[in-house]
Nanobody
Framework: QVQLVESGGGLAQAGGSLRLSCAASGRTFSSYYMGWFRQAPVKAREFVSAISWTGRSTYYADSVKERFTISRDNAKNTVYLQMNSLKPEDTAVYYC?????????????????WGQGTQVTVPS
């Protein structure tokens, strides 16, 4: 089992940057695919990005490609989401999630463990 705690959310101006972190408990962090999802008010949770066990493979939603970068440090049990060129439509609660599977990384149901979320707000 793994517990996830996100941090780094907050208020950012349009065009600005934020870096989210997700710290995981446990000794098996490197055996999990890690993903970031987000959920805006009255919208479904949507995939943002995912990274493979070693970090060799990364995946992005089209809406964040070229602006967001996912990375992980297995020695620190932490996954990061660097968000640049932020837009008002990026406003949402951002969740990190862990999955033992390497398939269906864009689907929330593939992830067994979730953090509590961190709010990102980009005013228009």
């Amino acid at each position: 089992q793994v517990q996830l705690v996100e941090s780094g959310g907050g208020l950012a101006q349009a065009g600005g940057s934020l870096r989210l972190s997700c710290a995981a408990s446990g000794r098996t962090f490197s055996s999990y695919y890690m993903g970031w999802f987000r959920q805006a008010p009255v919208k479904a949770r949507e995939f943002v990005s995912a990274i493979s066990w070693t970090g060799r493979s990364t995946y992005y939603a089209d809406s964040v490609k070229e602006r967001f970068t996912i990375s992980r440090d297995n020695a620190k049990n932490t996954v990061y989401l660097q968000m640049n060129s932020l837009k008002p439509e990026d406003t949402a609660v951002y969740y990190c999630a862990a999955s033992r599977q390497g398939i269906g990384v864009q689907v929330p149901q593939s992830y067994a463990y979730w953090g509590q979320g961190t709010q990102v707000t980009v005013p228009s």
